[in-house]
């Protein structure tokens, strides 16, 4: 039987229960005469409207499927609160009702979007507004006291959350505050009584660590987790929390397992043992390095399938630790965003070549000796915070201070000189890069500027790629919307030449899933324009799939374009001839 009715039912988590509220809805379905045979039950457990997360998406998309493939009359909801709260998307929600002819159906308070000729009721539309706007800032003041909350238990020494949430080595106790866990708490000691000998490399101190025996909660030690529980100062008695994407900073408090000086002397032996161990990947990710994280700003890894936020990947680790990590689970495939690096790259290489050589080798010269002037002016600062260190030294040893106000401002100048030396380096890069757009204009002809362009259709070295993506893209963001009530992400790639390209991703719910803004033309097979009036059109990006050994196949797309009929041909013969090589 066709569904002509959606039960929309939701519970912010788990541990609440669905039952009360199926059980109201859907008898207020059935007392407006329908069956329970035309009725879709549509609840993912879990679901947050707070954090907009991936089963609160699913149930909103499974909705507007519905509507598109079933004659729905009418979504029923226990309130406005549990189909969202965000005041956009449930304007964006209910407007896709109106124009759609659906009745939206409110049991609390009642509310009924639709007139019975099926007009919409102005009055219920200023009332859905406005309980909107409540909802939002009900969310809000939530959100505020939970982080208020959250900070004063951190700083008075207090645990958040469960078990995963308790760094190796403490536990908590019948109030909730950490506690020294003996038992695991020797094995700290021992990793660092290990790890100071200066005989083991963290490789081999896990190694010898999981030969004896020993664990952490059940796993196997690892480099990566030794590496950031010995840079952790949870186990000297606290920990520094900051989340830029909200500016919330707070000190959490715990018991002390070890001193401050074998803490101090475990980074200088840390800091001596990072040799560079790099001898080239087996494969190289073209997104590597580029994707930044908008909640956090680290970047995104991919595990050979899709990118997502390093400190989210590893959120479980870094939260047993203690340390930093991010709630943003925002993902793309692996294969759709190198693809979309690649074209971008393609098309701003040939044009680079072809368009721009005089006025890019003027402005990249110029933009390196920028550059130059800002690292001479940041190394001019480095050296006066050297000289005052040096300064507070005297006036330590002299006892002009205290122990405790040299600590102060030491701490103030390490940080000082990290956030310098890390902006040289950056800078230094980027003249890096440009210098790499010079080298590659010197002496080529117009011809062999087409061929290479030909050639670019078909490369699969993955070093090649991947050096000439990171020649031209400096950064990309990815933000997670709804256009239309259809998930999007929006990609925006920042270019070493100071343009940048927008791109929507649509994984789902569109037959085209990668658009660009632009003008409509009638011919653009999927083009469309959303209901706020922006136009999008089809952005034919490669897809760079890989082989069961993890190497790029050649990609059967290509968007690079070319204007120039005379460099058309010239690339497309080319082309042709290339590819009869391959197959003979």
């Known amino acids: 039987m066709e569904k002509k009715v959606i039960a929309l039912i939701r519970t912010s988590t788990i541990q609440q229960e669905i039952d009360s509220q199926r059980e109201e809805v859907l008898s207020l379905i059935l007392a407006d005469g329908y069956s329970m045979d035309e009725i879709e039950v549509v609840g993912e457990k879990g679901a947050s409207a707070i954090k907009m997360d991936e089963a609160y998406l699913k149930n909103i998309n499974r909705v507007y499927d519905l509507i598109e493939q079933e004659p729905i009359k009418a979504v029923y909801a226990w309130a406005i609160d549990r189909i969202g709260r965000d005041v956009e998307l449930l304007q964006s929600f209910r407007?896709?009702?109106?124009?759609?002819?659906?009745?939206?159906?409110?049991?609390?308070?009642?509310?009924?979007?639709?007139?019975?000729?099926?007009?919409?009721?102005?009055?219920?539309g200023l009332a859905f507004s406005l309980f909107a706007e409540m909802a939002q800032q009900e969310m809000e003041q939530k959100k505020a006291r939970f982080m208020r909350?959250?900070?004063?238990?951190?700083?008075?020494?207090?645990?958040?959350?469960?078990?995963?949430?308790?760094?190796?080595?403490?536990?908590?106790?019948?109030?909730?505050?950490?506690?020294?866990?003996?038992?695991?708490?020797?094995?700290?000691?021992?990793?660092?009584?290990l790890h100071n000998s200066g005989k083991y490399s963290l490789n081999k101190l896990a190694l010898e660590l999981n030969e004896r025996g020993y664990s952490h909660r059940g796993k196997k030690f690892t480099n990566y987790f030794l590496r950031m529980f010995i840079k952790s100062t949870v186990v000297i008695g606290?920990?520094?929390?900051?989340?830029?994407?909200?500016?919330?900073?707070?000190?959490?408090?715990?018991?002390?397992?070890?001193?401050?000086?074998?803490?101090e002397k475990a980074q200088t032996v840390l800091l001596s043992n990072q040799t560079s161990t790099y001898k080239g990947t087996k494969h190289y990710y073209l997104g590597a390095k580029l994707l930044k994280c908008s909640s956090c700003n680290s970047n995104f890894s991919t595990d050979g399938n899709q990118y997502r936020c390093k400190k989210n990947h590893h959120k479980v680790p870094l939260q047993q630790q203690g340390l930093d990590w991010c709630d943003n689970n925002s993902t793309i495939l692996t294969a759709v965003?190198?693809?979309?690096?690649?074209?971008?790259?393609?098309?701003?290489?040939?044009?680079?070549?072809?368009?721009?050589?005089?006025?890019?080798?003027?402005?990249?010269?110029?933009?390196?000796?920028?550059n130059l002037q800002k690292i001479a002016a940041l190394r001019t600062e480095i050296a006066q915070l050297d000289a005052n260190r040096a300064k507070w030294l005297e006036r330590l040893f002299a006892s002009q201070i205290t122990d405790k106000e040299a600590d102060a401002?030491?701490?103030?100048?390490?940080?000082?000189?990290?956030?310098?030396?890390?902006?040289?380096?950056?800078?230094?890069?980027?003249?890096?890069?440009?210098q790499r757009q010079l080298d590659s204009l010197a002496e080529l002809s117009y011809n062999s500027i087409i061929?290479?362009?030909?050639?670019?259709?078909?490369?699969?070295?993955?070093?090649?790629?991947?050096?000439?993506?990171?020649?031209?893209?400096?950064?990309?963001?990815?933000?997670?919307?709804?256009?239309?009530?259809?998930?999007?992400?929006?990609?925006?790639?920042?270019?070493?030449?100071?343009?940048?390209?927008?791109?929507?991703?649509?994984?789902?719910?569109?037959?085209q899933a990668i658009y660009k803004r632009g003008k409509i033309d009638?011919?653009?097979?999927?083009?469309?324009?959303?209901?706020?009036?922006?136009?999008?059109?089809?952005?034919?990006?490669?897809?760079?799939?890989?082989?069961?050994?993890?190497?790029?196949?050649e990609p059967e797309i290509s968007s690079i374009r070319i204007t120039d009929e005379a460099a058309n041909k010239i690339m497309t013969e080319e082309l042709l001839r290339q590819r009869e090589e391959r197959n003979k």
């Open 522 to 553: 009638k011919r653009l097979k999927y083009a469309f324009t959303d209901s706020e009036g922006n136009s999008y059109i089809p952005y034919d990006a490669d897809r760079l799939e890989r082989d069961k050994d993890g190497k790029i196949t």
């Open 95 to 124: 407007k896709k009702l109106v124009n759609s002819g659906v009745d939206l159906v409110i049991r609390t308070p009642s509310l009924r979007l639709l007139n019975p000729d099926g007009s919409a009721n102005g009055a219920v």
């Open 409 to 434: 401002y030491f701490a103030r100048f390490d940080k000082e000189n990290a956030d310098k030396t890390n902006a040289i380096t950056n800078l230094e890069n980027e003249n890096l890069a440009l």
């Open 238 to 263: 606290y920990s520094d929390i900051y989340k830029p994407k909200t500016g919330w900073k707070v000190k959490r408090i715990y018991p002390q397992i070890i001193s401050k000086e074998i803490w």
């Open 149 to 193: 909350a959250k900070k004063r238990n951190s700083e008075a020494g207090k645990a958040n959350g469960g078990a995963k949430n308790i760094p190796f080595g403490y536990s908590k106790d019948a109030n909730g505050y950490f506690i020294i866990n003996e038992e695991e708490a020797n094995v700290v000691r021992l990793i660092f009584e």
């Open 451 to 511: 061929k290479l362009a030909a050639s670019l259709q078909v490369m699969t070295d993955e070093k090649e790629m991947y050096e000439l993506v990171h020649q031209y893209i400096k950064m990309v963001t990815l933000n997670r919307t709804t256009i239309d009530g259809k998930g999007c992400s929006i990609l925006t790639f920042y270019f070493y030449d100071g343009t940048s390209e927008t791109l929507y991703y649509f994984s789902k719910n569109r037959k």
């Open 337 to 370: 965003f190198d693809g979309m690096l690649w074209s971008l790259t393609k098309e701003k290489h040939l044009n680079f070549l072809l368009k721009e050589k005089d006025v890019t080798e003027g402005r990249n010269k110029k933009q390196i000796e920028i």
